[in-house]
């Protein structure tokens, strides 16, 4: 079992940032692919961003890419999200997520583990 805990969210203002941390417990980290997904209100919880135990590949969803950074320490088992530039449609609360598949396959119906979530605003 794994146990995902995340911490960072919070209001800012549109343009601003905000950094996630997701810190992991309970299995060895670094061979599980982590990452974020996000759910607005009324929505369907999306993908945000991910990356796998090896390599350096990271998969960014089409509406955050050259704004969100993942990074992962598998020293701390934490992953992380930067998120600049933050716009009021990014607003949701956003999910830690862990998997025991390679990077090609994380998707919302592979996932193992999940956090309990955190809430970003962003005003306009």
């Known amino acids: 079992q794994v146990q995902l805990v995340e911490s960072g969210g919070g209001l800012v203002q549109a343009g601003g940032s905000l950094t996630l941390s997701c810190a992991a417990s309970?299995?060895?980290?670094?061979?599980?692919?982590v990452g974020w997904f996000r759910q607005a209100p009324g929505k369907e919880r999306k993908f945000v961003a991910a990356?796998?135990?090896?390599?350096?590949?990271?998969y960014y969803a089409d509406s955050v890419k050259g704004r969100f950074t993942l990074s992962r320490d598998n020293t701390k088992n934490t992953v992380y999200l930067r998120m600049d530039s933050l716009k009021p449609e990014d607003a949701a609360v956003y999910y830690c997520?862990?998997?025991?598949?390679?990077?090609?396959?994380?998707?919302?119906?592979?996932?193992?583990?999940w956090g309990q979530g955190t809430q970003v605003s962003v005003s306009s």
């Open positions: 309970g299995h060895t980290f670094s061979s599980l692919t």
């Open positions: 990356k796998g135990w090896i390599g350096t590949t990271i």
């Open positions: 997520a862990a998997a025991r598949v390679q990077l090609n396959d994380y998707n919302i119906n592979t996932i193992d583990f």
